[in-house]
């Protein structure tokens, strides 16, 4: 019976996990190719990334077949909506992670993930279109997820081949990141703080910009100055976050810890490309420290998860 009421309240949200540990594959992935770094990590962790991932989507899939009502619950909630496209984002993330270790693979996880995330993207918005019950409080960070998706999708794609595609969902993420971060503002600055549980996701305001600099130097290949104002964008929010770390490091532990990983990925990737174009030592110095740090945290955040598993924390109904 335990087991059972678990898998119901399993939580799409697990897949930022994903995300997260996606994002420091790629991150060792580029430190290796730019820094030189004597530590081969990449393979390693893409292997242990694509292997939670399918953990991950069974289990879903699995609370989909028992759980339908449960399912639909979560496509309907004004928060937990907007994890759905972590799926997406995930199968988008291991393309790029596996774009040099096997083409064919991360070409057909590109296309599938590419093609589920437009889905989910139309969904997404279509509800918030139409809803009925919405209001500013509903608001967070979490609502970039879907458009992040969208910016990522160049990383792999103009590799692979598919310009116009790649500059279809580059336009959709930058277009609809700046409606959002406006609204968002708002709601920060003229309403209620968030929630303890959602402040985590603070850090998804990083994400976007960072993000948005790799895909816009994919597809252009110049570091002019829309790229300069993507990047440096990006590096000021990850500056405004960590001056807040004590307010961060005093909440309770829940999954919404895992919104520190990715957008420290991405800033750290940016930062490695930075270098890589420039040559300037000071990115040198930066990236390897973000990516310490971004090593640091994921493997903490592991810890933290599989204490929370095992002390069964995780999975259960919402207070």
């Not at 930066?286 to 598993?309: C, D, H, M, N, P």
Request: net charge positive.
């Amino acid at each position: 019976m335990q087991i059972t009421s678990r898998l119901e309240n399993f939580p799409i949200s697990f897949f930022a996990m994903v995300m997260g540990l996606a994002g420091l594959a790629i991150s060792w992935e580029k430190a290796q190719s730019s820094l030189s770094l004597p530590l081969q990590l990449h393979h390693a962790l893409t292997q242990f990334t694509a292997l939670v991932f399918v953990l991950l989507l069974g289990l879903y899939l699995l609370k989909l077949v028992r759980y339908r009502a449960a399912v639909w619950r979560e496509l309907q909630h004004p928060i937990m909506l907007n994890f759905f496209p972590t799926i997406s984002i995930s199968l988008i993330l291991l393309s790029i992670a596996t774009l040099h270790l096997a083409p064919g693979l991360s070409h057909l996880l590109w296309i599938g993930g590419t093609a589920l995330h437009l889905a989910l993207t139309l969904y997404v918005m279509n509800v918030w279109i139409h809803h009925g019950k919405f209001e500013i409080h509903h608001m967070n960070p979490a609502w970039f997820i879907p458009v992040v998706g969208n910016v990522l999708v160049p990383i792999a794609g103009v590799k692979l081949g598919y310009i116009e595609i790649s500059w279809f969902n580059f336009s959709i993420g930058m277009l609809f990141w700046l409606v959002l971060l406006t609204i968002i503002f708002n709601r920060v600055l003229f309403h209620n703080p968030l929630p303890e549980k959602l402040m985590p996701t603070f850090f998804i305001l990083i994400a976007p910009p960072a993000v948005g600099f790799i895909a816009y130097y994919n597809l252009t290949g110049q570091l002019d100055p829309f790229a300069r104002v993507l990047y440096y964008g990006g590096l000021f929010l990850t500056l405004l976050m960590l001056t807040q770390v004590a307010r961060f490091v005093r909440l309770r532990f829940f999954l919404s810890w895992w919104a520190y990983s990715f957008p420290l990925a991405a800033i750290t990737v940016a930062t490695l490309l930075m270098y890589e174009i420039s040559t300037n030592r000071f990115f040198y110095g930066l990236g390897l420290a973000l990516l310490a740090l971004l090593s640091l945290v994921v493997t903490f955040l592991l810890y933290r998860t599989l204490q929370a598993i095992a002390a069964k924390k995780i999975c259960q109904p919402e207070g």
